[in-house]
């Protein structure tokens, strides 16, 4: 257990919808990144969250939004599926506060399939 | 713009030996910071070893080193005596940037590496 809790694990759902998926960094993580893993696009930046606020953003659709709450838990949200949609979401953190040399601590991942 | 490249889709090695895998990047920051990360077919992604460009000696970590080649812009991770369980997809990463800050760390392409008993 990588102390990064990634719910759901699966999530199947049809084109359209909206989906909630949602991070609990590792105790003492102030950092959230979340990130898409996909076949043909590989592992893309998505977005960062520091202590709340958002501190960058990467290749994110504007059908997709985050937030990272007080507790420092993070959701992802997917809105007007597509097909195209359906990957693995990983989450991961870190401290942010010169421990880079222990890179970021991953999630297992959110697997979204859009059907 | 950051790019790494990964140019080894696939690779193969027997057990206990010695393999290499290539990454190359491209920044124009003097700061910046090198990643691996190895995802099993479980699906997680497990850090490594870990980089900085000030660096003066390359990194290590257990059988894990990193050939670190600044003027060529290479960061080649050595994985030495093979095992089974080293099987999986490893990927190269880059962090540009103050020290202190882990924004935007791209990923390569990765590369499959099979382990052969």
């Known amino acids: 257990d990588s102390g990064v809790t990634q719910t759901p694990k699966h999530l199947i759902t049809a084109t359209g919808q909206r989906v909630t998926l949602r991070c609990s960094p590792r105790?003492?993580?102030?950092?959230v990144y979340w990130y898409q893993q996909s076949l043909d696009q590989g592992l893309q930046f998505l977005i960062q969250?520091?202590?709340?606020?958002?501190?960058a953003k990467g290749n994110i659709l504007e059908r997709f939004s985050a937030q990272q709450f007080p507790d420092l838990h993070s959701e992802l949200n997917l809105s007007s599926l597509e097909l195209g949609d359906s990957a693995l979401y990983f989450c991961?953190?870190?401290?942010?506060?010169?421990?880079?040399?222990?890179?970021?601590?991953f999630g297992s991942g959110t697997r979204l399939t859009v059907v | 713009a950051q790019k790494i490249t990964q140019t080894q889709p696939g690779m193969f090695v027997q057990e206990k030996e010695a393999v290499t895998l290539d990454c190359t990047y491209d920044?124009?920051?003097?700061?910046?910071?090198l990643f691996w990360y190895k995802q099993p077919s479980s699906g997680e992604m497990i850090f490594l070893i870990y980089?900085?460009?000030?660096?003066?000696q390359n990194a290590t970590e257990g059988r894990y080193s990193l050939n670190f080649q600044k003027a060529r812009k290479s960061a080649n991770l050595v994985i030495s005596a093979s095992q089974l369980g080293d099987s999986a997809m490893y990927f190269c990463?880059?962090?540009?940037?103050?020290?202190?800050?882990?924004?935007?760390?791209?990923f390569g392409p990765g590369t499959s590496l099979s382990v052969i008993p």
């Open positions: 980089q900085g460009s000030y660096d003066e």
């Open positions: 969250y520091y202590n709340g606020e958002e501190r």
């Open positions: 105790s003492g993580d102030l950092s």
């Open positions: 920044t124009s920051d003097q700061s910046y910071g």
């Open positions: 990463a880059m962090r540009e940037g103050e020290e202190t800050s882990y924004d935007k760390v791209i």
């Open positions: 991961a953190s870190s401290v942010d506060s010169g421990e880079y040399r222990h890179g970021y601590t």
